[in-house]
T-cell receptor, first 111, second 112 residues
Framework: GQQVMQIPQYQHVQEGEDFTTYCNSS?????IQWYKQRPGGHPVFLIQ???SGEVKKQKRLTFQFGEAKKNSSLHITATQTTDVGTYFC???????????WGAGTKLIIKP | KAGVTQTPRYLIKTRGQQVTLSCSPI?????VSWYQQTPGQGLQFLFE???????NKGNFPGRFSGRQFSNSRSEMNVSTLELGDSALYLC???????????FGSGTQLSVL
């Protein structure tokens, strides 16, 4: 069945370092979505990518959708403590009513 | 607009009991999805409702059920609770389903 692999599971960084998480799908996607979940919180929608090769920026966050629409990445430049949390990618199943979620990448800032 | 409201926020039950969780979506959203989140399993899809119809169901036993009312409010029910049902249950609403989900704060269920 349709699967999405998200890596890494954890990333420890010093404040000010960059962070990247990757998602790879077993199928060509109509879109991919990214969500952030702060510790103790709930997932919050960040962005949806639709077009092949699309690159979108939100301040220090850069989202990319692969040319083949089977992979995506989220890159954070110069991490801050407010970036701490788990970042999930999610892709629609064929029906488009249900999302399949990556396992998430937890961003941890080293003290 | 008010966000997605889930009640109760915390719940403690014992094995064998049943529980009902409630979700009020964002006004105008007709799609409500339910997810189970555990530290080891991530976000697992339970079911999705749109205009009172269940359109999708995840791979959960029949003890897990849900419904949606004409005002789009949704409830999920878990019968004969097991220890493994302890989890954060999240409700999400959207206008279309599967697109740009808005989540509630969740119900943290503990089964003792």
């Amino acid at each position: 069945g349709q699967q999405v692999m998200q890596i890494p599971q954890y990333q420890h960084v010093q404040e000010g370092e960059d962070f990247t998480t990757y998602c790879n799908s077993s199928t060509t996607l109509s879109n991919i979505q990214w969500y952030k979940q702060r510790p103790g919180g709930h997932p919050v929608f960040l962005i949806q990518l639709v077009k092949s090769g699309e690159v979108k920026k939100q301040k220090r966050l850069t989202f990319q959708f692969g040319e083949a629409k089977k992979n995506s990445s989220l890159h954070i430049t110069a991490t801050q403590t407010t970036d701490v949390g788990t970042y999930f990618c999610a892709e629609p199943m064929d029906s488009n009513y249900q999302l399949i979620w990556g396992a998430g990448t937890k961003l941890i800032i080293k003290p | 607009k008010a966000g997605v409201t889930q009640t109760p926020r915390y719940l403690i039950k014992t094995r064998g009991q049943q529980v009902t969780l409630s979700c009020s979506p964002i006004s105008g959203h007709r799609s409500v999805s339910w997810y189970q989140q555990t530290p080891g399993q991530g976000l697992q899809f339970l079911f999705e409702y749109f205009s009172e119809t269940q359109r999708n169901k995840g791979n959960f036993p029949g003890r897990f059920s849900g419904r949606q009312f004409s005002n789009s409010r949704s409830e999920m029910n878990v019968s004969t609770l097991e220890l493994g049902d302890s989890a954060l249950y999240l409700c999400a609403s959207s206008s279309e389903g599967g697109q740009k989900l808005f989540f509630g704060s969740g119900t943290q269920l503990s089964v003792l």
